[in-house]
């Protein structure tokens, strides 16, 4: 039982490590989004670990869903903030960009015309 408990620590910890890292995304907090980062990276190889002696049982289901979710929610922030500085960069420099992967690229603005109204 005691690598089970230590697995549903090592979540926990993990799930307040991507609340954590959810707030820095929204903050745009480069050092703690970045510090999120290295500790979700050694979080992952001790439940690698933990996971190798006992492996995740039912009783472990609902916080790996609250875990999943959350890295979701962080992944959609990511994926956004990517996609709006790729933007900027495409308009400042002239290139066109797509959006996102599969997604139809947005079409310019057809060129101004000249309309007279004086019959």
């Given amino acids: 039982m005691a690598h089970s408990d230590n697995i549903n620590a090592l979540l926990v910890e993990l799930e307040q490590v991507l609340a ?3 707030k820095a995304l929204l903050a745009l907090d480069r050092d703690a989004i970045e510090s999120a980062g290295e500790r979700k990276l050694s979080l992952d190889q001790r439940l690698r670990d933990a996971s190798q002696a006992t492996p995740p049982r039912a009783e472990h ?6 875990v999943k979710r959350a890295a ?11 996609a709006s500085v790729q933007s900027v960069l495409s308009m400042v420099s002239g290139t066109r960009f797509e959006s996102y992967p599969g997604s139809t690229p947005a079409k310019a603005a057809p060129p101004p015309m000249r309309v007279s109204f004086k019959g």
């Avoid at 289901?61 to 609250?66: C, K, N, S, W």
């Avoid at 979701?72 to 990517?82: D, E």
């Fill in 72 to 82: 979701l929610k962080n992944q959609l922030l990511i994926v956004h903030a990517r």
């Fill in 20 to 22: 954590q890292e959810h």
């Fill in 61 to 66: 289901f609902d916080v790996l869903l609250r």
